[in-house]
């Protein structure tokens, strides 16, 4: 009995460390890129989704510069996303609401980092909170802030 338990622990434990070590899925970049308007907002946002976590994970094996590479990316879907749902007028609230799950998952990425290693989190999460408030902005039609 005792047997059977340690094999099926191992299988869980193996299978575990199997799909984490997969990352994320590879054709979802390129399906996002490919896609148009609302689906491509969402597909986006799923990418860019999938980027965070593996950046987390990076972070957490101590690879930054690999992690900081996906926060670059998360900025770039996450900035193809509220284009998208922008300009199809589609999925813009879930966009939003998606882009602000993004931006705070991310600022709490940063806060576990090294103090150095925080700069460039904190910017991107800058960056989101830009995008996400540009987004809101054509969602009411507000004019953004600019010099008279």
């Known amino acids: 009995m005792l047997a059977t338990f340690r094999f099926a622990a191992t299988v869980v434990v193996l299978a575990g460390l199997a799909l984490a070590a997969t990352g994320p899925d590879p054709g979802l970049k390129t399906r996002a890129d490919a896609a148009k308007g609302g689906e491509k907002a969402k597909l986006c ?3 860019a989704h999938q980027q965070l976590l593996q950046a987390d994970t990076l972070f957490n094996h101590g690879e930054v510069d690999k ?3 996906d926060i670059s990316e998360v900025v770039e879907y996450s ?3 509220a284009d998208a749902a922008a300009s199809s007028g589609k999925h813009q609230k879930q966009t939003e609401i998606e882009l602000r799950k993004l931006s705070k998952r991310m ?3 940063g806060e576990t980092l090294a103090f150095e ?3 460039p ?3 991107a999460v800058e960056e989101i909170e830009q995008i996400r408030s540009d987004l809101l902005g054509k969602m009411f039609g507000l004019k953004p802030e600019g010099k008279s």
């Open 67 to 69: 992690g900081m590479a």
């Open 79 to 81: 900035r193809k996303a």
């Open 117 to 119: 290693d925080r700069a």
């Open 107 to 109: 600022h709490d990425i």
């Open 121 to 123: 989190v904190r910017k």
């Open 45 to 47: 946002l799923e990418y």
